[in-house]
């Protein structure tokens, strides 16, 4: 006979677990299959982001920032240039095309970040095919990455100003393709899942959360969105030109896992619609603004004039010195509102760089939206809340 | 400006709280007395519907009096504003009132906070490291801590 007793049991889950999406460590405390107790233990990525930042020039701080959230690179960058920009106060002496290809490219990337989502999600619940199909869309990205900027994930493209370099001859035909086709990729992958009677079963009502709950905890992005708030940083308060867009916020009232889905494939949707219009705007012209003292000169000035190559050693070595002063810039990023706080003393480096990673801010509601469910929702909760440790832990 | 009409409301209620209202580049911040700061933020978020804390953190001012800054950035989603608080905090004295009561979202950013920046958050619920190991000494975010780590050579490479 079984022995009857009232004793939680206390299991640690990760940082080595594959359904954790990284380092990530979960103390649970559960009651047969029910857990009561959910603790996050993070910080094994830290790398001290902040505290380097601190000493580095305003450009050198661009490669770290790719390593953040490295699934979504591009929109890391963004924040971080808008905020020197908006520090500098040259936002708006970025040229036509510099801020169409940011659009661009930012929009490929909430693309890429949401197809590993996807992929990772549905595969942590027992899709595999998903995880494959998703895969091999993110590639085709992953590609265009490397023809743009050279790497596949680290991009480092951006740069404060304007962009690292212009884009290469043919990608624009190449994403027009891939964007054309994306809404049928997404009627595939909502061919295998939404109507999926175990996808169901395992996302609708899971991890369910409300919209004043979820604002107190600070969940933004589409995990807020799915809870019935219609907030979107690039309708309310668009940067980089999103205001000349047409595109829709979805949004959805349950709150549960599989609204976080529904909105995130909309999302999908959305964007390849913003990169069809960015491309139609895509005109030629400059791709970096006339601000000589803060702003690199083009690359064939660099290695064609002595002018050019002194203006670039010049900025590089030494930097350039934003007045004393303190500003915040917050983007929708893939995962939520991705922000940057600079405070700039007069002096080369920044004298203080915070991150706002949405990623760290949407973890802590897991333990309300697990606490009281069964073990198996927790790696559906995980799978949901989007997270990459890289931010998190910065 | 569109947050004035905050700021007046707020130096209405809280007039000998306030120390300095500053713009720059089209935002405001608002610095305040610590000694309410509780007060003061309950108020943005009820009176002001500053609903969401976008984020917590502090600066190092190492050689100034107060050193310290707990800076608040507070976003209203009905409106779409921002508006960011900042509160002195004194080096003898390194401590706060936490908020996390006001916005649940400041629990993590205020350990993180405590963690790198050695800020005490007094009436936390749980007051761990988050991001440094448990057993860690110090407090990495301050300027008198060394980039390259306690106890170890400074790097004499270049880190212009």
Redesign the interface.
């Known amino acids: 006979m079984a022995v009857k007793s009232n004793e939680l049991m206390t299991i640690n889950m990760g940082p080595q677990h594959p359904s954790t999406h990284g380092v990530l460590q979960l103390i649970l405390e559960l009651d047969g299959e029910i857990v009561r107790k959910a603790t996050p233990h993070?910080?094994y990525l830290?790398r001290?982001v902040?505290?380097?930042s601190?000493?580095?020039?305003y450009h050198?701080v661009i490669p770290l920032t790719d390593r953040l959230d490295y699934l979504a690179p591009m929109s890391n960058n963004l924040g971080y240039v808008l905020a020197v920009e908006?520090?500098l106060?040259i936002t708006d002496q970025i040229p036509e095309r510099a801020k169409v290809v940011r659009v661009l490219l930012t929009e490929l990337t909430r693309l890429k970040s949401h197809l590993v989502w996807l992929a990772t999600h549905a595969l942590d619940i027992g899709a595999m095919t998903v995880f494959l199909y998703c895969f091999r869309e993110r590639e085709v990205i992953t590609d265009l990455y490397e023809k743009i900027s050279g790497a596949r994930m680290t991009s480092n493209y951006f740069r404060v100003g304007g962009l690292s370099a212009d884009l290469p001859a043919g990608v624009e035909q190449e994403m027009r393709e891939y964007a054309e086709g994306m809404p049928a990729h997404i009627d595939e992958y909502e061919g295998l899942l939404t109507g999926n009677r175990i996808w169901q079963k395992r996302t609708i009502g899971v991890g369910t959360i409300t919209a004043e709950?979820a604002?107190?905890?600070?969940i933004?992005g589409p995990g807020l969105r799915a809870s019935g708030?219609d907030?979107d940083l690039r309708r309310?308060?668009p940067y980089s030109g999103y205001e000349d867009y047409q595109f829709e916020v979805p949004v959805r009232q349950e709150g549960d896992t599989f609204a976080r889905y529904k909105v995130r494939l909309d999302e999908m949707r959305q964007s390849s619609l913003i990169i069809l219009q960015a491309l139609d705007k895509l005109k030629p012209g400059p791709i970096l603004a006339d601000c000589p003292k803060v702003v690199l000169p083009p690359k064939q000035d660099v290695v064609n004039t002595i002018e050019g190559l002194i203006h670039h050693f010049k900025i590089i070595?030494e930097?350039f010195k934003p007045e004393a002063?303190?500003?915040?810039q917050?983007i929708e990023a893939p995962k939520g509102?991705l922000?940057f706080?600079l405070?700039s003393d007069g002096s080369a480096h920044p004298?203080?760089m915070?991150v706002?990673p949405p990623s760290?801010?949407n973890l802590?509601g897991l333990p309300q939206m697990v606490e009281g469910r069964l073990l198996a929702d927790v790696i559906a909760v995980i799978g949901t809340l989007d997270i990459v440790l890289g931010e998190i832990?910065? | 400006m569109s947050d004035l009409a905050i700021v007046e409301k707020l130096k209405a209620k809280f007039s000998s709280e306030i120390l300095d209202v500053v713009e720059?580049?089209g935002?405001t911040?608002v610095t305040v007395n610590k000694e309410n700061i509780v007060d003061i933020c309950t108020f943005m978020r009820d009176s002001g519907g500053y609903?969401?804390?976008?984020?917590l953190?502090s600066?190092?001012y190492l050689g100034q009096a107060p050193r310290y800054m707990v800076?608040y950035?507070l976003?209203n989603?009905t409106t779409?504003e921002?508006i960011?608080l900042k509160a002195p905090v004194e080096e003898q004295d390194a401590q706060i009132a936490t908020v996390s009561t006001v916005?649940?979202?400041a629990?993590?950013?205020e350990r993180e906070c405590w963690d790198?920046m050695g800020i005490t958050f007094v009436g936390h619920p749980d007051p761990r490291?988050?991001?440094?190991?448990a057993d860690w000494v110090g407090h990495?975010?301050r300027k008198d801590?060394p980039?390259q780590g306690p106890d170890r050579e400074p790097y004499q490479g270049r880190?212009?």
């Open positions: 993070i910080g830290h001290g902040e505290k380097l601190e000493h580095r020039t050198q908006k520090l106060g709950a604002i107190d905890i600070g933004t708030v907030w309310d308060n070595t930097g002063g303190e500003v915040y917050g509102e922000g706080y405070v004298y203080r915070k706002r760290f801010i802590q832990d910065r | 720059f580049r935002e911040t609903n969401l804390l976008c984020d953190c600066v190092d800076v950035n976003y989603i779409k921002r960011r916005w649940g979202t629990n993590w950013m790198l490291r988050i991001l440094m190991p990495p975010l801590y980039v880190l212009s």
